[in-house]
């Protein structure tokens, strides 16, 4: 299961992902770290169990390689980021988004 930003909150919900790692939607991250205490939410993550693009790119790249993840990135016109312990918004959990 490739949950996308805030439905990794839904999955948590559902126990699946007890003392695994996740991440979300830093916009939503409070919210979404209230849904599970039992899940390893990474706040500086980009991606990890869950995140969107990034995290699709992730499983391609761990599934079929790097190369052909960028090549994907590339062709979608989508800047990858694929150093999944470094989200460049994750300084910005506890903010108000100014």
Known sequence: MLPVCTASAL????????ELRATSNKRSFDWVRNSNTKVHWVDKARWDFSAGIGMALGFISDRFGKNIANQIAKRIEYKWNDDKENDEYSISVNSNFD
């Open 11 to 18: 999955l948590a919900k559902t126990g699946l992902i007890d």
